[in-house]
């Protein structure tokens, strides 16, 4: 605000507290669902997923990057296929969401059911000890909105919460690689700057408000959910890490973040190189 | 008309270690994996002759190249026969910082026609660019972490 020349006020906060709560997932609705969203999942984004057989049977820690800001269509088809294989109640997987999607008025009551619980540190840690997995996006919404031209990056923003949280947990990282998310609206440029300007970090913990060009939306200023392009989406499991054999009982962050992120860059470099031409894959 | 691609890697590791492996044909295709065929034909002085095609879909495009190690730190290959290209790799110091180095990759490729050739032009150079930038940070990770 400063900066813009407006007066320092104290910023109210506009998101409700949802607590993670597990008992929200509801498996009878995701039951329901999974046929309707294999329908759209596998027409309309021709979808392709690979080496769920590499996930071992134990709780793990998937870490992916994701795409296509709001509507994120590569974590939803990576979530159909591990439910698929998996089954419903197989083996729980819980995703850690923003507080703006868990938070948001309807969507967020379906998310939470579809299991995305609000991202916390201890909650993650409990429900990975309850025998559960879960699902992380470490570089969240500047992830999610990097600007097309970083496509195929895998953007973390220096975030090593989900390093702290598998070597806590005692599980393995399984990392989750996506291509095709990001050709379903286009992001122009990277909006950190703009965000912080406008006080959206503090507002509602955004931290990135890029111009986007989706439809129905047209040019716009952050990435409301939109009706995504009918691009091809492509994930890649890759080979769990161990963090306690790799780099033992007391890891130095920076080495850990630094591996795991160059393991998933050369996952996501191969990945892309299936595509022949944006968006038709 | 002809077309050209150029990528660049930043590696963790001096000049002189990137380029051993970098300039080493065998070495070096080992981590282009979405590159469908690398096949060694032939020897002769300092050349060799080898087989590269690059996977597209279905189908395969590429040529027999002859490859040459011009400098410790420079390999470069013209085609003999096949789809018309040409390709330069070098390994530089890294400015200021004498334990990195980069990795440049320029690979030009000529297509006959107007209109279509340079439409095939600009999606060839994509594939070109993202099969490339694959094989480099899959270099890049056994160089740094030796995996």
């Known amino acids: ?281 | 008309m002809s077309a050209s691609a150029r990528v660049t890697r930043t590696i963790n590791r001096p000049v002189a270690e990137v380029a051993e492996v970098a300039t080493d044909p065998e070495q070096l295709f080992a981590h282009f994996v979405g590159f469908a065929r690398f096949v060694h034909v032939d020897d002769s002085d300092d050349d060799s002759l080898w087989d590269v095609f690059l996977g597209v879909g279905s189908y395969e495009v590429g040529s027999r190249v002859m490859l040459r190690r011009t400098a410790p730190n420079k390999l470069e290959w013209t085609s003999v026969r096949g789809a018309r290209n040409s390709m330069r790799l070098v390994v530089e110091p890294y400015i200021d910082d004498p334990t990195k180095s980069r990795v440049v990759v320029a690979l030009r490729f000529e297509l006959q026609g107007g209109l279509l050739a340079r439409l095939a032009s600009g999606i060839a150079r994509g594939i070109v660019e993202r099969h490339v930038l694959a094989g480099l940070e899959s270099l890049r990770h056994q160089l740094e972490y030796g995996d």
């Open chain 1, 1 to 281: 605000m400063a900066k813009l020349g407006l007066p320092k006020v104290k910023l109210p906060r506009l998101l409700a507290d949802v607590p993670a709560d597990v008992t929200e997932r509801d498996p009878d609705f995701i039951r329901e669902m999974m046929p309707r969203l294999w329908l759209a999942a596998g027409l309309y984004f021709r979808a392709e997923v690979n080496g769920l057989e590499l996930v071992p049977d134990e709780p793990v820690l998937f870490v992916g990057n994701h795409s296509g800001g709001a509507s994120a269509p590569d974590s939803f088809v990576f979530q159909l296929a591990y439910l698929t294989k998996f089954t419903v109640d197989g083996r729980p997987l819980f995703s850690l969401g923003h507080q703006l999607v868990t938070g948001a008025p309807v969507i967020g009551k379906y998310t939470r059911k579809f299991g995305v619980v609000t991202a916390g540190f201890e909650a993650a840690v409990q429900i990975l000890r309850d025998g559960n997995s879960v699902l992380v996006y470490p570089g969240g919404d500047v992830d999610a909105l990097r600007p097309w031209f970083d496509r195929n990056k895998i953007t973390f923003d220096g975030r090593q919460g989900f390093l702290r949280l598998a070597h806590e947990a005692g599980v393995k990282i399984v990392p989750v690689v996506a291509t095709g998310g990001h050709d379903t609206f286009l992001v122009l440029n990277d909006g950190r700057k703009t965000a912080k300007q406008l006080g959206f970090d503090k507002l509602l913990r955004v931290k990135t408000l890029p111009i986007t060009l989706s439809f129905p939306w047209g040019f716009l200023p952050g990435g409301l959910p939109y009706i995504p392009f009918p691009a091809k989406i492509r994930v890649q499991v890759l080979d769990p890490i161990d963090l306690r054999d790799r780099f033992g009982d007391d890891p130095d962050w920076d080495e850990a973040y630094d591996y795991v992120s160059s393991v998933m860059q050369v996952g996501l470099a191969k990945l892309a190189t299936r595509t022949i031409l944006p968006v038709l894959g």
